[in-house]
């Protein structure tokens, strides 16, 4: 199995790291996007390098996508590339997982009407105003959709995105 | 379960949330324990709140022992009470994880001798005088005894200790 995680310079660490760890452990291919190649550097600190561009993902080749927060969401939303592939994996029904900003992305991709979903605290009347049914929880699992509110809720968005590819 | 992590400030702040996000995800109950109490923060600036002082644990109210790298496990390891749990565990064969620098504490405990065990790579030696065998992989496995060298291990180091707790 093939994950597809998309973010930029500014990530949440704990964010981009934890469900990358979390999947690679259940021998998951983890593969990282961004618009431009080269490492990356969360808020943190951490640097990571970027497997691929935007423009050389087949978003067809993945069985979940998973959208870490940070100030990243900010600037990814502004690719038009990132948002049809978020399209893509809901028009498939595949799994997406999206913490805290991450969910600013999707909100920007226009596939929030109507679904239960969680986020950064301060981004929820943005997610309201999307659609969205807002929730605070740890995790709201939604269909295809897994959200998270920040970095202490890893442990159930990790969880719940290996439930996602065990179904 | 009960988990029992030991560290201070200068933590490695991906082995210090990773294992207790993973260990939580399976139910356990992870507790923090620290020379003083209060919050401490890591190398990356991520903060967490001490859940109890080390002369207040009870070692045998817990199932695994876990010990995070970073700057913290050279102060960690100049406390006798740390020393004195780490001991408790492998007298008790209980499961013990340590990651990167982590190991300083074991080496400093006396409890590595003939061992099979890995670490950070700048303190290998040590483990070797210590009388370890140093293996230079992402997770050894020994007995009650979990090693991996540094952050692009968790993955391994998280998938091992999870083993530990269900044999």
Redesign the interface.
Known sequence: MKALMISTDNFE??EL??P???L??EGVTVELASKKGGPITGK???SIGVDLTLDEVNPGEYDILVLPGGRAPEKVRLEERALEIARFFFRENKPVGAICHGVQILVSAGVMEGRRATCYIGIRDDLKLAGARYEDKEVVVDGNLVTSRN?DD???F??ELVKKLQE
């Open positions: 660490d704990l790291f934890y990358l760890h979390r690679k452990e943190h600190g951490y970095p890893l442990y159930a990790g969880r």
